[in-house]
């Protein structure tokens, strides 16, 4: 069983439409990440919250635009796509981005994207 | 920069047998965590084994161990008896111990009947 909850499993969008993808957890944990992952290619990291604020943005473009509600929920909206998009989108949490006391990253099943 | 390298793009062994996947990795740090990720069909990252540095005794999971070369900055999984359910694509990662990983570029693993 997931721990990191991801809905929906698939998206189709045009390249003018708004949606937005969602992740949660509730295992107590203070980071959580989105990461982009095309085709037989590793994660890429995009975005890390930390305790609810956003920590690192990994250069990504104002068209992915994540939110953090509270401690147990990640957003992504995405607005005016583009077909290069397209790819599994992940979410992880971990207890802390510091160095002490460092855990893993634990992982949800993925959103995959598709743009037409 | 720390880079993480795996240089067996595709792999495949027999039912029941063992299967060892590669990974090497440079750092200049001395304190520093190595992962095995499994991605399967169903696409969830599941963390398979971790291992920290400082740590010289081999992780160990059940049947998947690893062999852990700090001075050669090695750190290959071993897969013993493998079942059906482990085909997927094998990630080795690497951490500082902060937020980024460092991705190797995977190993694919199919397990034939």
């Known amino acids: 069983d997931t721990e990191v909850t991801q809905t929906p499993k698939h998206l189709v969008m045009g390249m003018t439409n708004k949606k937005s993808l969602k992740c949660e957890q509730h295992?107590?944990?203070?980071?959580m990440y989105w990461y982009k992952q095309k085709a037989k290619k590793p994660p890429e990291l995009m975005f890390v919250y930390s305790y609810e604020k956003l920590s690192i943005n990994e250069s990504v473009p104002s068209r992915f635009s994540p939110e953090c509600p509270n401690s147990s929920l990640l957003n992504l909206h995405l607005h005016a796509l583009q077909p290069e998009d397209s790819a599994l989108y992940l979410c992880a949490s971990s207890q802390e981005i510091v160095r002490a006391n460092h855990q893993p990253q634990h992982f949800g099943d993925g959103t995959r994207l598709s743009i037409l | 920069a720390q880079t993480v390298t795996q240089s067996q793009p595709e792999m495949s062994v027999q039912e029941a047998e063992t299967v060892t996947l590669s990974c090497t990795y440079d750092t200049s740090e001395s304190n520093y965590y190595l992962f095995w990720y499994k991605q399967p069909p169903s696409r969830q990252m599941i963390l398979v084994i971790r291992q920290e540095a400082y740590k010289q005794q081999n992780a160990t999971e059940n049947r998947f161990s690893v062999n852990f070369q700090k001075a050669a900055k090695s750190f290959s999984l071993k897969i013993s008896d493998s079942q059906l359910g482990d085909t997927a694509m094998y990630f080795c990662a690497y951490s500082s111990g902060t937020y980024k990983y460092i991705f190797g570029t995977g190993t694919r693993l199919k397990v034939l009947a």
């Open positions: 295992m107590g944990h203070r980071a």
